[in-house]
């Protein structure tokens, strides 16, 4: 079933048109580049001394901060359970979201966030319709806590983008508005159309209430916010939560944009770029692969074996 996900996902790429690959392959070329560039000015005996500086009081805070990013998105997955109107006991929703979303951070979206996904739903016992439904929820509540974050940061000139980069302050603020407005004009259809639905292959699909929307938005943010909490707690009050928060924001799209699994390269040049002014590079790149490590690794690992016993759970049939 996994396969035949990801063969399809094949086949869509596939046909994309010439002009979009070449662009795509361009783009990350020039990040590469621009990441060997970053990396040749690194002082790494610097770096080195920054991580044998983190202590337990550093780390135990960052650890406790990702356990909450992983209990928070994994309410997507409880909301999108909901949604489909698949009563899935609470426990086995979070641990096929939980798997399913250490696997989608470090081996790609297809694979992990939809592949691994239907692989393990469709074992619990819930229909194609009612899957596409929870990924729906789940995808849509990411993005939108994300859209109401970055939005309000933007606009607030929370975080100041590096001059090099050409963008001026007023259009800043108009691309902050414009991600504000998508959150705020989907709570707006769910308070006016709530209710209405339509079938899509034997599928009932219909608009949510405002408390559901507003659900999905406030435990995204806060997923959001937990994941910048992880930095801020390890640079030591080197920069200011908000923009710590902003970069980070700023990495996942990009992070997106270039579609390099894990983001591995992205999120540490968006940061050296943005906070490399103000904060000493061996303490920032010490920050980064300690986040890496604790953000990505260690879950992927638990993750990892988390599939398997999911696996063994689905083959005796258990709820």
């Known amino acids: 079933m996994m396969g035949a996900t990801t063969f399809s996902a094949i086949r869509q790429h596939a046909h994309w048109p010439a002009w979009r690959r070449a662009i ?15 990396l040749g000015t690194i002082d790494w005996d610097a770096v080195l001394a920054a991580l044998r500086g983190f202590n337990a009081r550093t780390l135990a805070p960052a650890a406790a901060f990702v356990a909450l990013s992983g209990l928070l998105y994994s309410q997507f997955d409880r909301l999108g359970c909901h949604y489909a109107g698949h009563p899935l006991p609470a426990r086995r929703v979070m641990a096929i979201s939980y798997v399913s979303y250490t696997l989608s951070l470090n081996l790609g979206a297809t694979l992990g966030g939809a592949g691994v996904r239907y692989r393990l739903y469709t074992r619990a016992g819930l229909t194609l ?27 607030a000139q929370l975080v100041v983008l590096p001059p090099e980069w050409g963008v ?42 405002v408390g559901f929307a507003a659900l999905q938005i406030l435990l995204s943010a806060a997923h959001w916010m937990a994941m910048a909490a992880i930095l801020f707690s390890l640079l030591h009050t080197h920069a200011g939560y908000f923009t710590v928060l902003g970069v980070l924001l700023a990495s996942g799209l990009a992070g997106v944009v270039v579609r390099i699994p894990g983001g591995l390269g992205v999120i ?50 258990g709820g």
């Open 24 to 38: 795509g392959i361009l783009f990350i070329a020039a990040v590469l580049a621009l990441i060997a560039r970053k």
């Open 168 to 209: 001026p302050a007023a259009l800043t603020r108009v691309l902050g508005a414009l991600m504000l407005a998508v959150p705020a004009a989907y709570l707006a259809a769910c308070a006016t159309w709530h209710g209405r639905h339509r079938t899509v292959r034997d599928h009932d699909i219909y608009v949510p209430s």
């Open 129 to 155: 319709p009612q899957i596409w439904s929870l990924f729906v929820v789940v995808v849509s509540s990411n993005w939108l806590g994300y859209a109401l974050l970055a939005g309000g940061i933007l606009v």
């Open 268 to 317: 540490e040049t968006v940061f050296l770029t943005m906070l490399g002014g103000q904060v000493p590079h061996g303490l920032l790149l010490a920050a980064l692969i300690a986040y890496r490590a604790m953000y990505y690794l260690i879950p992927l690992m638990i993750g990892a074996i988390g599939y398997f016993v999911l696996e063994a759970h689905g083959k005796r049939g």
